[in-house]
């Protein structure tokens, strides 16, 4: 079993921001340590990353940029039809993947069961291996810190790299600035 990463995305006041870890893992053994599974769509508005098995990574971020051409960068127009369009799909249906995707106004999860989530505070989500670590990092600094969105991101995905087996500190992060 590909355990593929972990995915942290905040929307803060001044910057929307995703980064992941660089590690894929089968089984118990690291097969790769500095993976990209972050990526700018849609003329560099919207943010997107995924979580599951790495070679279907690029046909779903390519299906979800063509819904995002269609809907002219709308994003919740964007991600309703693409989960409608994983949900019927028979061979999506079966992948055990997940994406987060955000701009500056608007956060949402998409899982491989067709669900679209819009996260309770509106703030910040995660998928992957050690999701709950760096969203637990990453609730406190934001409560409890000055940090800024792109350091809390970072932070954050470095204390789940030293919690998560499946997930290392080789960082990396996009962000949309105003």
Known sequence: MFHATTILAYKGKNKAVIGGDGQVSFGNTVLKGNATKIRTLYQGKILAGFAGSTADAFNLFDMF????????????????AFSKEWRKDKYLRRLEAMMIVLNKEKIFILSGNGDV????????AS?????????????????????DEEELVRESLMIAGELCIYTNQNIKILKLED
């Open 117 to 124: 989530v819009e996260p309770e505070d509106g703030e910040i």
């Open 65 to 80: 940029e063509a819904h995002l051409e269609a809907c002219k960068g709308d994003l919740l127009k964007s991600v309703i």
């Open 127 to 147: 998928i992957g291996s050690g999701g709950n670590f760096a969203i637990s990092a990453a609730r406190a600094l934001a409560k409890h810190s000055s940090l």
